[in-house]
């Protein structure tokens, strides 16, 4: 009775995992960008804690790109900084006039937990309707990012705008890095793909634009606010996911427009981040929980059934691995589509190792989403 549970489980497993690998193929395109004769005027938000090192390294990129529109600006919340922030911030700001500095002491109320609220006062304080996101460990891919996200914009719809980037990470020897890549490139193709099929439910905070008045339209609703209050995360994914219906959505994955991070150097600081944005997932919308769910658990039973059974042997084990391998292999193509679009070439042959890792982290992972929400960012 067992065997034949066994290969049930697995056959639907299978076939779970060919209809989702449509939806990513479907997903992975760059769109042209459009022509922009007169560029719009444009604030970059970034929310820094304690990052002299990173502001001093990497915000030089984010203050001289191109963007000749005399509405450019670029806004440092320094959220409570004990270190050199402040001084450093001082000093760039009497070389680029386009600097806005914003200064929130360790003892200012907070009305929203985590990074929420220094990024509620930097979208507050910015003069021109498109805010453009990202962190002070991040760098643009060259000085062409500001200027290509804007142009990725849906154009004709009247709507406000709402463009996902992509951000991704310097590369360093070791394991964790080259998995850090790949699930970074994963979930852009999760999550690009969704918000190509009509459902959008998340960005990167480190690399995404938005209208202004967006977020206004989400905290309209008294759920949605209770909500977000609730978890020091959800910027990047509660907050997209509840203006995007009243938004233009546009995937923009051109390599001029990505940023490149700093990865986390240890696997504890990374679980550490990854359980803190799991915590999130329990709030997103139920067809997309749903949806997400469905390819976790068939991605896992994918990967454990089809071991097991090979293991076991037995009657059907020919056709088990033949199953294994057939969306094994249209996978890991799917997954050179991608990563040629994402200039993540490197990862190709670490694509099965990483898939398979992916199942084993979902079982670690997922205990989390219902575990008390920790209300600190840094």
């Not at 497993?13 to 960008?33: D, E, R």
């Not at 890549?181 to 999550?191: I, S």
């Not at 459902?199 to 759920?223: C, E, H, I, Q, W």
């Amino acid at each position: 009775m067992l065997y034949p549970l066994l290969i049930t489980l697995f056959v639907i497993a299978v076939l779970l995992q060919c209809g989702y690998a449509l939806l990513f193929y479907k997903g992975a395109a760059i769109k042209p960008a459009a022509s922009l004769p007169v560029l719009p005027g444009l604030s970059v938000v970034i929310c820094a804690k304690n990052e002299a090192s990173q502001l001093e390294r990497f915000l030089p990129a984010v203050l001289e790109q191109d963007y000749p529109a005399p509405g450019f600006e670029v806004i440092v919340v320094n959220d409570g900084s004990t270190d050199a922030s402040a001084a450093l911030l001082e000093t760039f700001s009497a070389r680029y006039p386009q600097l806005r500095v914003i200064t929130l002491s360790p003892g200012t109320p907070r009305t929203w937990p985590g990074k929420k609220f220094a990024l509620q006062q930097g979208i507050a304080a910015a003069k021109q309707d498109l805010v453009l996101l990202t962190d002070a460990d991040c760098q643009p891919a060259g000085p062409l990012w500001a200027r290509t996200m804007v142009a990725a914009q849906e154009n004709g719809s009247g709507k406000p705008l709402l463009v996902l980037g992509y951000g991704a990470y310097e590369y360093r020897p070791g394991l964790l890095n080259r998995f850090i890549h790949w699930e970074t490139a994963h979930t852009l193709m999760q999550y690009a793909s969704y918000a190509r099929a009509g459902k959008t439910y998340m960005g990167v905070g480190r690399n995404m634009l938005y209208s202004k008045s967006l977020p206004a339209m989400a905290f309209g609703d008294p759920g949605f606010s209770a909500t977000y209050a609730a978890t020091p995360s959800g910027d990047d994914d509660l907050l997209v996911s509840a203006i995007a219906p009243h938004a233009a959505v546009a995937c923009c994955l051109a390599g001029e427009a990505h940023t490149v991070s700093v990865a986390q150097d240890t696997w504890r600081k990374w679980w550490r981040q990854k359980t803190r944005h799991a915590s999130t997932g329990k709030y997103y919308r139920k067809d997309i929980r749903q949806m997400l769910g469905l390819y976790g658990l068939s991605h896992s039973l994918y990967w454990f059934m089809g071991l097991l059974l090979l293991i076991l042997g037995g009657p059907a084990a020919a056709v088990v691995l033949a199953l294994f391998l057939f969306r094994l292999m249209i996978y890991w193509m799917l997954a050179g589509k991608w990563y040629r679009v994402l200039n993540e070439k490197k990862l190709l042959i670490f694509y099965p190792l990483g898939d398979l890792g992916w199942a084993i982290y979902n079982v670690f992972l997922s205990p989390f989403i219902f575990w008390k929400n920790k209300q600190t960012w840094k």
